[in-house]
């Protein structure tokens, strides 16, 4: 009888053991991988950011993780729109400085911002420039110095096919004086897209790589040609020249030319409608003819 008790008494220690070794295991975190963070950076972050190699569109990234918070930098990276809704100063502040181009919410995983993380904190000890030196300045692409702006412009408004099969800009956007209604307005008006994105460097690598959620899925598979991203790189300039893109004026163009095209029809039915309401027989009788 007593061995058996204390059968089952190293038999509770030995379950016990087990569950707090698992709480151990689960409460853990999660081993960040830089290699895939790096990949991360490369595919939904370098279109507009550096490290340590000056601002694009958002700002150099070189030693982020130790001039923020890291709790604040995890939030942020993950849900980027909901931490600037919430009227975070951090957030407001960055979005000044990046000609109120909001950085977009990427739906990234848990790890995949824990490996962004790591990658980020190597990045910086291997980019620190010695003796003080000033950081250098993002080169300007080779592929933003030849583009043509009229060759942009078929692109844009789909008269030229796109290469890979993507869908024509100006389903989803507006520059003015393009198209005879202005384009689409899923997506933001592009007129002066070329100065919000800080000229030449930052839009050649948003072009290139698209990293906008809402377009991953229409271009996955379908990236523009060099040459693509050249043209339009070429035509968002030449239309960044215009002035502010006039959305009252179109507006109140298309209700007029609504309005003016409801008045035709209303008289067109005013004249026509009396002679349906006579039979075919009635107007012989009182026309002589149909």
Known sequence: MPTRKYRWFALLILLGGLLV?????????????????????????????????GKLVGPD??????????????????????VL????????????????????????????????IAYLAGQSAATAPAGG???????????????????????????????????????????????????????????HVYARYGGPTGLAAALKSLPFPTMQGIFAGRPLTRNEQADLLAFFAAADQQGEPPTLPNLLLILGGGAGLAGVLFIGMAFFWPRQRLSIAQRLRKNGKL
């Open 133 to 191: 030196a000033a950081p250098a300045q993002p080169a300007v692409p080779a592929v933003a110095l030849n583009g043509s702006a009229e060759q942009g412009r078929l692109a844009f408004t789909g008269r030229a096919r796109l290469g890979g099969g993507g869908t024509a800009c100006i389903a989803c956007h507006a520059v003015e004086g393009v198209g005879a209604l202005g384009g689409g307005a899923l997506g933001p008006d592009l007129t």
């Open 61 to 82: 990234l070189k030693e982020v993780t130790t001039r923020r918070d890291d709790a604040w930098l995890k939030v942020f990276i993950a849900t980027p729109d909901k």
């Open 85 to 116: 809704a919430s009227g975070d100063p951090i957030a407001a502040q960055l979005l000044k400085e990046s000609n109120n181009v909001p950085m977009p919410n990427l739906a990234l995983s848990p790890r995949e911002v824990e490996d962004l």
């Open 21 to 53: 070794g698992a709480g151990l295991v689960q409460a853990a975190p999660t081993r960040q991988d830089p290699v895939a963070g790096e990949q991360a950076f490369k595919t939904k972050c370098a279109a507009c950011h550096t490290i340590g190699g």
